[in-house]
Nanobody, 120 residues
């Protein structure tokens, strides 16, 4: 099993920045990639981006390209989501999720989420 814990959420003004962290523990050697998702009130959870555990591959949703950056520190078993130029529409609960190497297209492990609120 893999446990994921997000942190770093909070309240920020539009145009500001936040960095979210996703700390992984347990069988982290089985993780192929870590993705970030977000869910705004009354809306479905949507994909934000992902990074492979090796760091060789990243992908982002169009809505965050150029503003958000995902990175990882394997020594700390932590993945980061750097969010710049934040907009009120970025307000959501942000989740990190891990896909196992034996099922790389499915996010098996999920964190509890962290709230990000962007004020206008």
């Amino acid at each position: 099993q893999v446990q994921l814990v997000e942190s770093g959420g909070g309240l920020v003004q539009a145009g500001g920045s936040l960095r979210l962290s996703c700390a992984a523990s347990g069988r982290t050697f089985s993780v192929y990639k870590v993705g970030w998702f977000r869910q705004a009130p009354g809306k479905d959870r949507v994909f934000v981006g992902y990074i492979t555990w090796s760091g060789r591959s990243r992908s982002y949703a169009d809505s965050v390209k150029g503003r958000f950056t995902i990175s990882r520190d394997n020594a700390k078993n932590t993945v980061y989501l750097q969010m710049n130029s934040l907009k009120p529409e970025d307000t959501a609960v942000y989740y990190c999720a891990g896909a196992a190497s034996w099922s790389p297209s499915e996010y098996t492990y999920w964190g509890q989420g962290t709230q990000v609120t962007v004020s206008s």
